[in-house]
């Protein structure tokens, strides 16, 4: 073998091996197999060997060439891969338990119950009705079967406004609009009315842990051709059992409202004892949770409804309530409070 | 209302049945009774009548005396007693050694030396009267030894129900009606209440009596004399003790007891005083004086009882001081009238004056039954006090009646309403076991109702299934769901805008939301120095400091921020609630649903802050409805704006709202050294919008050419300005502009914009591009922008 070659290989060997990155890893490749590299630089020596010796003199360079080659090659992903375990070396370990500084905005809890009840509903085909806080005795009153004087405007304390008008006491307030405003379709090609709204509603009365001026109330009708007490306390079950999400057993009492007949109270299980009696029930079972009844035949008359052709059913979800028992708040006055320490923690809720 | 038990079984026979299950089955099926039963005489045993045979004042006390007493147990008992009634041959209540009183037992006790073996009782003592001026006095007929239970009724249960719950039902005012109930409930037969034979009064002469307005719509009354008995009986003055009355004496404890027995008020004047009676009203106000020893101004429309033109009673309230049953009374005009239910509640609300009597009148009573409460007043006059003698006729004016009441409908009705099946046979066993009339043959049914409820209660069809449902009781119903067809809903847009804002604020934002009050609270306003706006007022308000409504949900959120300003140096809260912006052109109020974000840093400048502020608007804008803002420079109108920076928020050229710095005045009151920044918009109006949506914009398969232009800006000139220059210019070919850096000195405002080239066609080339960039440049130049070289 030529002692050109052999030293070559020699040196190319020991350089490739101490060759620490890749760029000087690309610097011997050039030095060697470059235009101007020294294995080159052989080839182009070979012109003046006679034609026997350039013979086996060109196989040797080859072979130098693709040795070569093949050493850089292996030396090349030797560095690379030893430049990757580098880079994992200098990563630093980071300390996953440090505080998240994760910033969440928060719901009111009443838009949270709000959301829920008006969901199940709206699964069970209900319309999401609006409607103004500000209404007129009509609207509140008058339309409700409650005329003026009646003794059921005593168990309300209404405030009036200036103009004759007044804040809704009640979420029955709507009552009339909605009958107006699907009446028709229910007359004419039978859909039936289903429709919720909640909103907010007003008293005159001295706020303490237990009472506020202003609450959610979700107010529930539902009129069709067949419409039933029996529906009606379905209805109130199937949703107050979607609402706590278990079994809720419900009970009705008589209850006197002017806007329906016959009238309910709707008391469900106590949540906190089941029924059995715990100081959150008053050792009785149950809480009282719910007006509803069967809407009033004059109601419907008002509101353009024939009662002998159709019947319904109404009810008066207290929201805030409903809200307080969901998440154990046990002064009302929190929901209003304005407080960020209070309602800052109401972030979403299924 | 108080109820008692005992009272209760006089009409129904209730033996072997569980009466603690029946109160409850009357909670679930007539009206609410308070969880508290009060089981009356369970902490009293071994009382006995016992008779006073000696009575020595006691050598150190003068109030104490020592007695012996015969307890019917065949020896004498040393007893040391207080009371000041104490007298030989006096028959009392003993409580013997191991007797019971409330929590007491009854052990040998020393007093001031002398031991005592027992205790005579008051009658406050033993839980039977508010009595305790003395021991308890009985009659002599009962024998000594006697065990005191076994006199009195002293062992009853009482209940209490809501009295809102008996609104609508004139009839349970009273015992009677009650036991009605209880009847039905049981299924046992509800007994009639003895009553005085009045037709044999029939010759005698008539009261005078005159109804001269028809707001009295019956008046019966009666004279009787020669009333010998002052205190009422033991048993009268329990029952009325258990039902929270006081014993006063025995005419008026009788009128009392009736009116708890059948839910009549009945009045008893002092004969001597009322001798020509006439129900009418005055012309003039004057004062009169109750009772009860108050001068009440009585005005024009109060109903008022006369003896000719001289008041005596302010009608169905309370009679007057002057012609009460006093001590010397042996006369009585009795009084059992029916008064117009509303007038009695307008006059109880003038006087603000509400009795045991206006509360059952202002339910519209039954007239019919004033007549039998005479009957029954005075078959227990007589019963108690043989001596009495009637010297007039029943004088009886029945000036407006009830129409009778007759429902008809058919089982179909029944089962249609109920969504459940009720046989024919239960429906008329409920309704008969009530008091109706029923008629019942094949479906049909014909149902005359009672007159004790058509006054208000039941009038209508409707009112029957009440009858029947309760009866049969709620638990016992088969629950259905409907049979109605189910179809699309569709929510509206305001409604799902409305929740999508709150989720976008809540969730990308980071933001809070809080509940307010509709009005304005003045004193927390003040506080900050922002005054209240003129606006709509509440005619009612009880507290002072919630007299107008407002008109902006910022000033409210303002307070709120003042109050959470320890919470966290950097938050930003919102609300979507309503406010009254004066009244509309009809008169009503103006109302509007708005959104208010209100945003406060210690930690930002107040420019970042604010366009934090202006970034959270245009992103509702783009996520919600596809478009983007725009901003119009306003002057402030209300006190809590900066002047400054102030703008109204448009959406496609409708004016949705306004958003601005909070003025340094009141900033400074809230926190000194925070920023704080405010918007509220119209949710109607945004809801309003139209949603431009989703246009699908196939992205070029050529490439795209990007050119920075780095400017500095001139004061006065506007971002919007710059974006003119090149949007006038890039036509489709421009896809976006973007700023890519900002460099800004006290002398220098620059930024560098890169502008995106492409095409859908073809690739662009750099001529073309560059002779874009070039007019873009010249445009730019005119307006004074300096573009610097890359």
Request: aromatic fraction near 8%; proline fraction near 4%.
């Amino acid at each position: 073998m030529d002692e050109r070659i052999l030293k070559l290989k020699e040196e190319l060997e020991s350089k490739v091996s101490e060759a620490a990155d890749l760029m000087g890893l690309d610097a011997i490749r050039v030095g060697y197999l470059g235009k101007k590299g020294s294995i080159t630089s052989l080839v182009k020596g070979m012109k003046d060997l006679a034609a026997e010796q350039r013979k086996t003199f060109g196989a040797e360079v080859n072979k130098l060439k693709e040795y070569a080659a093949q050493r850089i090659e292996e030396r090349t992903e030797e560095l690379k891969k030893k430049q990757i375990e580098l880079e994992i070396k200098a990563m630093p370990k980071f300390d996953i338990t440090t505080p998240s500084a994760c910033s969440c905005g928060s719901y009111h809890p009443i838009t949270l119950v709000q959301r829920q009840c008006e969901r199940i509903f709206k699964s069970m085909g209900f319309t999401v009705e609006d409607y103004s806080e500000v209404v007129t005795d009509y609207e509140c009153f008058e339309s409700l079967n409650i005329p003026k004087h009646h003794p059921a405007r005593d168990m309300q304390d209404t405030y009036y406004l200036t103009n004759g008008q007044l804040l809704k006491s009640q979420t029955s307030a709507a009552q009339n609009a909605i009958l107006r405003k699907y009446g028709p379709a229910l007359i004419e090609n039978g859909t039936p009315i289903r429709a919720i709204f909640p909103g907010r509603c007003f008293r005159n009365e001295a706020t303490d842990a237990c009472h506020e001026n202003t609450f959610f109330q979700m107010e529930g009708v539902m009129v069709d051709k067949d419409i039933s007490i029996s529906n009606l306390i379905y209805f109130m079950k199937t949703m107050l059992s979607e609402v706590f999400r278990k079994d809720i057993r419900v009970r009705l009492r008589p209850g006197f409202f002017p806007f329906v007949e016959p009238g309910f109270e709707l008391d469900i299980s106590c949540l906190i004892c089941g029924g059995t009696g715990c100081p959150s029930c008053k050792h009785s079972g149950w809480l009282e949770l719910c007006p509803c009844g069967m809407i009033h035949p004059n109601v419907l008359r008002e509101g353009g409804i024939d009662p002998d052709k159709y019947t319904g059913f109404a009810f008066g979800l207290g929201l805030t309530r409903l809200a307080m028992m969901k998440y154990g708040i046990k002064d009302i006055r929190d929901l209003n409070s304005g407080s960020l320490k209070a309602l800052s923690q109401f972030t979403d809720d299924e | 209302m108080f109820l008692s038990m005992n009272w209760i079984e006089d009409f129904v026979d209730l033996s072997g049945l569980d009466k603690l299950d029946l109160i409850h089955r009357f909670s679930l099926s007539t009206a609410e009774v308070e969880n508290e039963i009060f089981f009356k005489g369970k902490d009293l045993s071994a009382v006995v009548v016992a008779e006073i045979k000696s009575v020595e004042e006691h050598p150190k006390s003068k109030k104490l005396h020592l007695l012996k007493v015969d307890a019917g147990d065949g020896q004498l008992t040393d007893v040391v007693c207080g009371a000041p009634n104490v007298r030989v041959g006096m028959k009392t209540a003993f409580a013997k050694l191991g007797a019971k009183i409330g929590e007491i037992t009854i052990a040998p006790r020393d007093l001031a030396g002398f031991t005592s073996f027992g205790m005579c009782c008051s009658e406050a003592e033993l839980g039977i009267s508010d009595d305790h001026s003395g021991i308890m006095e009985i009659t002599d007929e009962v024998a000594t030894g006697t065990d005191l239970k076994s006199v009195y009724d002293i062992d009853d249960i009482i209940f209490e129900v809501d009295n809102k719950s008996l609104t609508n039902r004139p009839d349970l005012w009273g015992h009677y009606g009650i036991a009605r109930e209880f009847a039905a409930l049981a299924g046992r037969e509800l007994k009639a209440p003895e009553l005085a034979d009045l037709t044999v009064y029939d010759d005698l002469p008539a009261v005078d009596m005159k109804i001269e307005d028809t707001l009295c719509k019956r008046y019966s009354t009666m004279k009787v004399e020669n009333i010998s008995r002052s205190v009422s009986p033991v048993n009268i003055r329990i029952r009325l003790f258990y039902c929270g009355m006081r014993a006063i004496n025995y005419l008026t404890d009788l009128t009392n007891y009736l009116m708890l027995e059948m839910g009549q008020p009945m009045h008893a004047f002092d004969a001597r005083k009322v001798e020509k009676i006439r129900i009418k009203r005055f012309d003039k106000p004057f004062v009169f004086k109750t009772l009860d020893g108050v001068e009440r101004n009585i005005d024009e429309n109060t109903l008022m009882i006369c003896n000719d033109n001289t008041p005596v009673a302010i009608a169905g309230i309370m009679g007057g001081l002057d012609s009460e049953i006093v001590e010397d009374t042996t006369t009585l005009t009795l009084e059992s009238a029916n008064f117009d239910a509303a007038s009695v509640r307008k006059s109880t609300v003038r006087l603000n004056h509400r009795t045991d009597a206006s509360m059952r009148y202002e339910k519209s009573l039954d007239p019919e039954m004033t007549v039998p409460a005479i009957a029954r007043f005075l078959f227990l006059l007589r019963k108690y006090d043989g001596d009495v003698r009637v010297v007039s006729r029943l004088t009886d004016e029945y000036a407006v009646k009830f129409p009778p009441v007759t429902l008809t409908f058919d089982q179909k009705f029944v089962d249609r309403y109920t969504g459940i099946s009720i046989d024919g046979d239960t429906i008329v066993k409920t309704l008969t076991s009530l008091g109706f009339c029923v008629e019942h043959s094949g479906d049909e049914f014909s149902v005359k109702v009672p007159s004790w409820r058509i006054t208000k209660d039941v009038t209508m069809n409707a009112d029957i299934i009440e009858e029947i449902t309760r009866i049969y009781g709620y638990d016992n119903f088969e629950i259905n769901t409907t049979r109605s067809p189910l179809y699309p809903v569709r929510m509206s847009k305001v409604k799902s805008d409305e929740e999508r804002i709150k989720d976008l604020l809540v969730k990308k934002f980071a933001l809070h939301e809080l509940h307010s009050y509709v009005w304005a609270y003045s004193d927390e306003l003040k506080a900050l120095g922002i005054p209240v706006e003129d606006n709509v007022k509440l005619a009612n308000a009880t507290n002072p400091n919630i007299q107008t409504l407002r008109n902006s949900i910022i000033p409210t959120q303002l307070c709120q921020v003042k109050l959470n300003t320890a919470y966290s140096p950097e938050f930003g809260i919102f609300e979507i609630g309503r406010v009254v912006k004066g009244l509309d052109e009809n008169g009503l109020c103006d109302e509007h649903k708005m959104l208010a974000v209100t945003l406060f840093s210690k930690t930002s400048s107040i420019r970042d802050l604010y366009f934090r502020l202006r970034d959270i608007l245009a992103s509702m804008a783009a996520n919600i409805k596809h478009s983007t803002l725009t901003f119009v420079e306003t002057a402030p109108a209300h006190s809590y704006e900066h002047p400054v920076n102030l703008n109204k928020i448009l959406l496609d050229g409708t004016e949705l709202g306004v958003m601005g710095i909070v003025h340094p005045t009141i900033g400074k009151n809230i926190d000194k050294k925070a920023n704080i920044v405010f918007a509220e918009i119209d949710v109607e109006s945004f809801a309003g919008c139209r949603d431009k949506g989703i246009h699908y914009d196939e992205p070029s398969k050529y490439p795209t050419m990007e050119y920075d232009l780095s400017m500095d800006i001139p004061e006065g000139v506007l971002y919007s300005d710059l974006k003119e220059c090149w949007e006038k210019e890039g036509g489709e070919l421009l896809k976006s502009a973007s700023i890519v850096d900002t460099y800004d000195t006290d002398d220098i405002h620059r930024i560098t914009v890169r502008l995106v080239f492409s095409s859908p066609e073809r690739t662009l080339s750099t001529t073309e591009v560059q002779a874009i960039v070039d007019k873009v440049m010249d445009n730019l130049a005119k307006k004074n922008v300096t573009i610097k070289q890359q």
